[in-house]
Nanobody
Framework: QVQLVESGGGLVQPGGSLRLSCAASGFTFSNTLMRWYRQAPGKEREWVAT????????NYADSVKGRFTISRDNAKNTVYLQMNNLKPEDTAVYYC??????WGQGTQVTVSS
């Protein structure tokens, strides 16, 4: 059974940092492209970042480039999203995605003073 479980969300002040984790099971993680998405209430779900098994480089939405870093540890079957210099507009539920159509349950990130 494919499972993706996000963790690490919370409430932070503008300019603060959070590190999200997504623990994967039920498939060959090391062969699978992974993505992060986010969705605010009443808004469409939007793509945030992507990482493949072929490169250490990530791809990022313009809104987070330079502030967020996606990474993966294949030995731990886990993908991460390091979020620095957070802004109120980053407030959303953040979702982990595995290529093939598999979604995690999401973790809430709230940026507020």
């Amino acid at each position: 059974q494919v499972q993706l479980v996000e963790s690490g969300g919370g409430l932070v002040q503008p300019g603060g940092s959070l590190r999200l984790s997504c623990a994967a099971s039920g498939f060959t993680f090391s062969n699978t492209l992974m993505r992060w998405y986010r969705q605010a209430p009443g808004k469409e779900r939007e793509w945030v970042a992507t990482i493949s098994n072929l490169s250490s480089n990530g791809n990022y939405a313009d809104s987070v480039k330079g502030r967020f870093t996606i990474s993966r540890d294949n030995a731990k079957n886990t993908v991460y999203l390091q979020m620095n210099n957070l802004k109120p507009e980053d407030t959303a539920v953040y979702y982990c995605y595995a290529m093939g159509g598999h979604w995690g349950q999401g973790t809430q990130v709230t940026v507020s003073s």
